[in-house]
Nanobody, 123 residues
Framework: QVQLVESGGDLVQAGGSLRLSCAAS????????MGWYRQAPGKERELVAM??????????NVTDAVKGRFTVSIDGAQNTLYLQMSNLQAEDTAVYYC??????????????WGQGTQVTVSS
């Protein structure tokens, strides 16, 4: 069974940095898409960043709200997605979730969610 496990969330002061990770595990998996979402209390879940495979290799996208501060990357050998977060602000406080489209022999391609990791930024 495919599992996504996030880690790296913490309590930090404004201006600080964190690196989140999302490790995908399973037998004979092929990852097509991996991305980060976040959800603050009382707010809708929103897309933060993602990586997709295309004809010219990997393509990264970061939403305007975090552009210039957050960087998404992937370690293909370890099936691990990262989100490097710098100059964190109070409005970045949220639960951050990993999402991935993963192929397996048993189920084909499906989307999976991790359980989330809490990021709290204090002023």
């Amino acid at each position: 069974q495919v599992q996504l496990v996030e880690s790296g969330g913490d309590l930090v002061q404004a201006g600080g940095s964190l690196r989140l990770s999302c490790a995908a595990s399973g037998s004979r998996i092929v990852i097509n898409i991996m991305g980060w979402y976040r959800q603050a209390p009382g707010k809708e879940r929103e897309l933060v960043a993602m990586i997709t495979r295309g004809s010219r290799g990997l393509t990264t996208n970061v939403t305007d709200a975090v552009k210039g501060r957050f960087t998404v990357s992937i370690d293909g050998a370890q099936n691990t997605l990262y989100l490097q977060m710098s100059n964190l602000q109070a409005e970045d406080t949220a639960v951050y979730y990993c999402n991935a489209n993963v192929w397996t022999a048993a189920t084909g391609s499906q989307y999976y969610w991790g359980q989330g990791t809490q990021v709290t930024v204090s002023s």
